[in-house]
């Protein structure tokens, strides 16, 4: 095992801690990836995020051949996929963190608009977000859902699963989850403000922040 390998998943396994710490993963739910010269390293299915331990943690090779630890996770096509159409991400978190589970839940008439299910409430959300498709049901682990989500993520960093919960890539661990942590908490702030009139960053607003802040 190479010292970066060894690296990646001792950072995996803080990144875990660090998230159910938050209470952002509850039970065994929510699973994280990262990529490596030679395929990825998985979170295992069943596995509590707060609870991980670097030897423990899946390899999947190029061919999608589970070559060592513990069995992957049951989404680890739908990561793969994500991965196919995002070459330049290396890390990627999903969660069922409870705001964002919450916004997957609700009729799409409540969503802000076909684009995306969460306004531009903060600059920060578009920063680290950006739009915010709601991807249609698949049970969990269904290939379907890992097609499915192939056309969302080719122009999005995160997307939500309907009734399900959000998933976010990124340049990095720390990029996927300071993004996920955004928009967690973008999601919560929507639904603290139901019922009162809502000011979001206009048009021209949205753009400025996106010119200063690339993605």
């Known amino acids: ?8 998943r001792e950072q995996i396994c803080a990144l875990g801690a660090k998230l159910a710490a938050r209470g952002l993963c509850p039970g065994t739910s929510g699973n994280i990836s990262a990529r490596v010269a030679d395929g990825w390293l998985m979170t295992p299915t069943n596995s509590s995020l707060g609870e991980l331990e670097p030897g423990q943690l899946s390899k999947i090779d190029l061919s999608g051949k589970h070559v060592a630890g513990d069995p992957p996770t049951k989404e680890a096509l ?5 991965y196919d159409v995002r070459p330049k991400d290396g890390a990627i978190v999903h969660l069922h963190c409870t705001h964002a589970v919450a916004i997957s839940c609700l009729d799409p008439s409540c969503h802000h608009n076909a684009e995306t299910t969460l306004p531009p409430i903060t600059p920060y959300f578009v920063m680290r977000v950006g739009k915010l498709p709601l991807v249609p049901y698949y049970k969990p682990g269904d290939p379907k859902l890992a097609d499915a989500i192939r056309e969302y993520a080719k122009g999005h960093r995160a997307v939500l699963l309907a009734n399900h919960g959000p998933v976010v890539a990124g340049t990095s661990l720390s990029a996927a989850s300071a993004s996920i942590e955004e928009l967690e908490e973008t999601a919560k702030l929507h639904l603290l403000l139901q019922g009162f ?7 021209a607003q949205v753009r400025d922040v996106e010119e200063a802040y690339p993605s």
Do not use: G, I
Not at 197 to 203: E, I, Q
């Open 1 to 8: 095992m190479s010292t970066v390998e060894t690296k990646m």
């Open 78 to 82: 739908l990561h793969r996929s994500v």
């Open 197 to 203: 009139k809502l000011r979001t960053l206009s048009d």
